[in-house]
């Protein structure tokens, strides 16, 4: 098991092998499909790209005195091609949830990156990991907003390392 | 006639997607437990202990089980001595807004494939409507997400492609699947009437209780081989390997042309959220 603290090194990147469990902590950032294809196209973003961390997630409304709502992995298949010009910008870990695309794999590994799953369907549980949330970007996308979250020992498994390792392959 | 005053119908929709939403059904949980004292595999067993510690945390009713809530699915069964004075499937809508707002649920609806702008409301909820005999209501009611939605799929399969043809295409999407469903999964299989028909069975099926088999012999044995042929995969929770892929298999068929084998299958993810309610 690894700790790891954003923003992601290239060193942290080496430490991660297929299957390793990896606690997440520091800030990270979601974004969904339609998040996406307008972050392509931004010259400016309110974060630095350099060494983040997306996860894939559209949560449930916060209730008051809660951090956030549900907030469990969607399927990383959809953002293929629209990572790799955000890893060519310095994006270093992608939280989801399912296999990929083989030219993902490529792009990833060549762009020093690493893929990261975390459980499908415990969005109760895995939302008990993140201490606080805010939108920051597209707040007219609703659940597909940007949302800057912080995050406690949020626990994943890396899904492909740079060693060309792939947990749905290995197993 | 019996009269049905439809503000019945909007309330009992709203308080079922809410508690489907929180609570997972007794007998799925227990699956869950068996397929997880039956791995071996530390990931996989960790994930399923995830799971069911995830549905303690839901079941106070704070935060729903999964960030997808789904869409609304409803097959409505309508007794022909039922008097109903407005719109049903008004009335249904009604009852999916007020409990995806009400039970702080995710808007996961859209209005247009490519403008996508999100109905802000939930609505509206897909109805799949019967008369039936009778002078009551019947509403099976289900949140279906969009991942395991999305790796169902319907194939025209020929009549001489016969029940290999059905397992190997069954046996394929699964695998082809992989964690993307998030296994394990329930799979709901629609044979026979046709194009459409097949996908309303797979999804009839999906919505049977856990424990029931098909009552023609054939098709209670082609559940019982899939399920099998379905965990040696290796698909395992989320992909990750291990020996629980599926947690039941349902097939529903119906009559059909001469020259077609339709087959439809539905894939539910382990957080299979539905409740039937009968007014």
Known sequence: MIKLNTPISNNDIKLLEAGEKVLLSGIIYTARDQAHLRLINEKELPFKMKGSVIYYVGPTPKRDGFSIGSSGPTSSYRMDKLAVPLMERGLKLMIGKGDRSEEFRKEMIKNNSCYLIATGGIGALLSSKIISSEIILYEDLGAEAVYKLEVKDFPCFVAYDIYGNNIFKDN | ?279
């Open chain 2, 1 to 279: 006639m019996r009269k049905i005053d439809l503000s019945e119908v909007t309330n009992i929709v709203k308080e079922s997607v809410i508690k489907i939403n929180y609570e997972l059904d007794n007998s799925l949980v227990a699956l869950i437990q068996k397929a997880k004292a039956n791995e071996t595999k530390e990931i996989s067993k960790s994930i399923l202990s995830d799971i069911l510690e995830n549905q303690d945390i839901a079941r106070e009713g704070n935060i729903p089980l999964c960030q997808d809530t789904g869409i609304v699915v409803v097959f409505l069964e309508v007794g022909t001595s039922v008097q109903i004075e407005g719109d049903i499937y008004e009335a249904i809508n009604e009852g999916v807004k007020q409990g995806y707002n009400q039970g702080y649920l995710r808007k996961s609806v859209v209005k247009h494939p490519f403008l996508r702008e999100n109905t802000k409301d939930n609505s509206p909820a897909i109805i799949h409507t019967k008369l039936v005999s009778g002078d009551k209501i019947k509403l099976h009611i289900a949140s279906k997400g969009g991942g395991s939605e999305n790796m169902s799929t319907v194939v025209m399969l020929t009549p001489t492609d016969g029940i290999e043809g059905v397992k190997k295409l069954v046996l394929d999407t699964i695998f082809n699947a992989g964690g993307k469903p998030c296994p394990p999964i329930i799979v709901g299989i629609g044979i026979g009437g046709n194009f459409e028909k097949s996908a309303i069975l797979a999804k009839e099926a999906l919505l049977r209780d856990l424990d029931d088999s098909s009552n023609d012999n054939i098709i209670k044995q082609l559940e019982d081989e899939l399920y099998t042929e379905i965990n040696k995969l290796g698909v395992g929770p989320m992909g990750v390997g291990g020996e629980t892929t599926c947690l039941a298999v349902k097939i529903n068929y119906f009559p059909m042309h001469i020259a077609s084998l339709p087959v439809a299958i539905n894939i539910q993810c382990h957080s299979a959220r539905h409740i039937e309610v009968i007014l």
